[in-house]
Nanobody
């Protein structure tokens, strides 16, 4: 069974930095395009950044130049380095394949990790 375990979220002041981690318990991790998503209160979940197995990267417009996605296939882990954080970055952050995993016809998500940007 696949597990997605995100960590690293916390309360941070505007302009601060955080590093999120996601451990994926799936033997096929190294074969998948992985992404970080976020869902702010009252908003739909959105893709923030994605990285392929060969290292090709996509960023959403709102985080370009501030966020960096990376992966360590040996550790089945994907990271999101977040700098120059803004209050509008406040959200629950999730990792998943890109596009998201679908199990038995339903999208599968981990619990996510909460990032709050506030002074």
């Amino acid at each position: 069974q696949v597990q997605l375990v995100e960590s690293g979220g916390s309360l941070v002041q505007p302009g601060g930095s955080l590093r999120l981690s996601c451990v994926v318990s799936a033997s096929s991790f190294s074969l998948n395009r992985m992404g970080w998503y976020r869902q702010a209160p009252g908003k739909q979940r959105e893709l923030v950044a994605a990285i392929t197995t060969s290292g090709s990267i996509h960023y959403g417009n709102s985080v370009k130049g501030r966020f960096t996605i990376s992966r360590d296939n040996a550790k089945n882990t994907v990271y999101l380095e977040m700098n120059s954080l803004k209050p509008e970055d406040t959200a629950v952050y999730y990792c998943n394949t890109a596009p998201p995993l679908v199990l038995n016809g339903v999208e599968y998500w981990g619990k996510g990790t909460l990032v709050t940007v506030s002074s």
